[in-house]
């Protein structure tokens, strides 16, 4: 798949999607709670989804390889919208659920796809410029989405922005039908010949700078994947804490109205939108991309202790155009780092099982955290988060530090 020419349509589907997420993410519980649902239904419809996520993963990297990218994007997109839709129609608590799990698998799916094809089609000189293409377009998603549907809910029924967002999912699933696949290769000895002499002559005009860089590690590839995998692990984590519990934490320590909550999550996702395309560029020249995530992590780290120490909205709005861009350093380079390192043969199903154990964290740091709010306080959850943090950074560190190249050749 050329992936240049299908970057913008990439980027339009990752546009439409987040925002989609982001449009039903604060009108989910308002919406589940009209029909009269109790409490523990509602939280099991709700962890539906994070399932979905847990499980999707390797399905979606099988898909990919079945498929191919295009047409796995097109299945991926319209089970989103078959999901949306039938919230939107939908009252029975079974549906409800079944479409959750749905929900998350699609979800997830989306992830390894996407995250795969640039994987597969960039290599070591563009993987982190593409990736933040990428990080860029879902940001924009996350900035519009809840704008719009919290102007929709006060003017229409709930059920309205479950509608816009099937629409969106519809409008992605046309993009990726106008995705340009790579043609099939020459059979014929004339042409593959004078291909070859094509790329020879080609290498040989190469810039010093642009040629592949083939990297070599002491790391075998299982001890590979769990790395990746515990990183990951832990980044969402602290991801899921931070979603879950910085709204409670504006609220009952800072003092916060809701609508200076919501903006510090817009200040976040313009940051981010602004940011992923210069740290992906940054992180192709630099040829350190696990130093780049140790940096995003580290900023990450900075926006919690910032509102851990000060209720300013100012500084509080300052920590999160901090962590907008640690985040946009983590995604680009981190995703590009496994395309560079992972043969093209696994690189999909080790994305799908990376993107899979994540989810457990999604699942498991929030309980933790309510088990610490409970003993402890607020605070002591973000203190939690903070431990979180340190530890990705702590396993990023040591998985550089059996990272090597050919000598002479600086680390990536």
Same mark, same amino acid.
């Given at each position: 798949? &050329?992936?240049?020419?299908?970057?913008?349509?990439?980027?339009?589907?990752?546009?439409?999607? =987040?925002?989609?997420?982001?449009?039903?993410?604060?009108?989910?519980?308002?919406? *589940?709670?009209?029909?009269? +649902?109790?409490?523990?239904?509602?939280?099991?419809?709700?962890?539906?989804?994070? /399932?979905?996520?847990?499980?999707?993963?390797?399905?979606? %990297?099988?898909?990919?390889?079945?498929?191919?990218?295009?047409?796995?994007?097109?299945?991926?997109?319209?089970?989103?919208?078959?999901?949306?839709?039938?919230?939107?129609?939908?009252?029975?608590?079974?549906?409800?659920?079944?479409?959750?799990?749905?929900?998350?698998? %699609?979800?997830?799916?989306? #992830?390894?796809?996407?995250?795969?094809?640039?994987?597969?089609?960039?290599? /070591?000189?563009?993987?982190?410029?593409?990736?933040?293409?990428?990080?860029?377009?879902?940001?924009?998603?996350? /900035?519009?989405?809840? /704008?719009?549907?919290?102007?929709?809910?006060?003017?229409?029924?709930?059920?309205?922005?479950?509608?816009?967002?099937?629409?969106?999912?519809?409008?992605?699933?046309?993009?990726?039908?106008?995705?340009?696949?790579?043609?099939?290769?020459?059979?014929?000895?004339?042409?593959?010949?004078?291909?070859?002499?094509? @790329? &020879?002559?080609?290498?040989?005009?190469?810039?010093?700078?642009?040629?592949?860089?083939?990297?070599?590690?002491?790391?075998? =590839?299982?001890?590979?994947?769990?790395?990746?995998?515990?990183?990951?692990?832990?980044?969402?984590?602290?991801?899921?804490?931070?979603?879950?519990?910085?709204? +409670?934490? %504006?609220?009952?320590?800072?003092?916060?109205?809701?609508?200076? #909550?919501?903006?510090?999550?817009?200040?976040?996702?313009?940051? @981010?939108?602004?940011?992923?395309?210069?740290?992906?560029?940054?992180?192709?020249?630099?040829? &350190?991309?696990?130093?780049?995530?140790?940096?995003?992590?580290?900023? *990450?780290?900075?926006?919690?202790?910032?509102?851990?120490? @000060?209720?300013?909205?100012?500084?509080?709005?300052?920590?999160?155009?901090?962590?907008?861009?640690?985040?946009?350093?983590?995604?680009?380079?981190?995703?590009?780092?496994?395309?560079?390192?992972?043969? &093209?043969?696994?690189?999909?199903?080790?994305?799908?099982?990376?993107?899979? %154990?994540?989810?457990?964290?999604?699942?498991?740091?929030?309980?933790?955290?309510?088990?610490?709010?409970?003993?402890?306080?607020?605070?002591?959850?973000?203190?939690?988060?903070?431990?979180? *943090?340190?530890?990705?950074?702590?396993?990023?560190?040591?998985?550089?530090?059996?990272?090597?190249?050919?000598?002479?050749?600086?680390?990536?």
């Amino acid at each position: 798949m &050329d992936i240049r020419r299908n970057l913008p349509l990439l980027m339009t589907i990752c546009f439409l999607s =987040q925002m989609g997420g982001f449009m039903i993410l604060p009108l989910f519980p308002l919406y *589940i709670e009209e029909f009269g +649902l109790s409490g523990w239904m509602m939280g099991v419809i709700f962890a539906l989804f994070y /399932v979905g996520k847990v499980i999707g993963g390797i399905p979606a %990297a099988a898909v990919y390889k079945k498929l191919g990218g295009k047409r796995a994007l097109i299945f991926m997109l319209v089970l989103l919208a078959v999901c949306m839709g039938g919230f939107a129609v939908s009252s029975a608590a079974e549906l409800f659920g079944l479409l959750r799990l749905l929900q998350g698998l %699609a979800s997830t799916g989306l #992830t390894v796809v996407v995250r795969s094809i640039i994987g597969d089609g960039g290599n /070591v000189d563009n993987r982190g410029l593409y990736n933040g293409y990428i990080s860029s377009s879902e940001g924009g998603g996350m /900035v519009l989405g809840p /704008v719009i549907s919290g102007w929709l809910a006060l003017h229409w029924p709930l059920s309205v922005p479950f509608l816009l967002v099937t629409l969106c999912c519809l409008m992605a699933v046309v993009a990726a039908m106008g995705m340009k696949t790579a043609a099939p290769p020459l059979l014929s000895t004339t042409s593959d010949a004078l291909h070859t002499q094509g @790329t &020879d002559i080609s290498q040989s005009n190469q810039a010093p700078d642009s040629i592949t860089i083939n990297p070599t590690t002491e790391l075998t =590839q299982r001890q590979q994947l769990l790395g990746y995998g515990t990183v990951h692990f832990l980044e969402m984590s602290a991801y899921a804490v931070f979603l879950t519990y910085f709204a +409670l934490y %504006a609220a009952h320590i800072m003092h916060w109205d809701s609508f200076a #909550t919501s903006l510090a999550f817009t200040v976040s996702g313009i940051s @981010t939108l602004a940011a992923a395309p210069f740290v992906g560029y940054l992180s192709d020249r630099m040829g &350190d991309r696990l130093l780049l995530c140790m940096l995003g992590m580290f900023l *990450i780290g900075i926006e919690v202790a910032v509102f851990l120490s @000060t209720s300013s909205h100012l500084w509080v709005y300052v920590g999160m155009l901090i962590g907008g861009v640690g985040g946009a350093c983590y995604m680009d380079s981190f995703f590009a780092h496994i395309g560079d390192h992972i043969p &093209d043969e696994s690189r999909s199903s080790v994305i799908g099982n990376i993107v899979s %154990a994540a989810e457990i964290g999604s699942i498991v740091s929030p309980l933790v955290a309510a088990l610490l709010m409970e003993v402890g306080s607020l605070y002591s959850v973000f203190v939690f988060n903070l431990v979180l *943090i340190a530890a990705a950074i702590g396993v990023q560190g040591m998985m550089r530090s059996r990272y090597r190249l050919k000598e002479g050749e600086p680390f990536v």
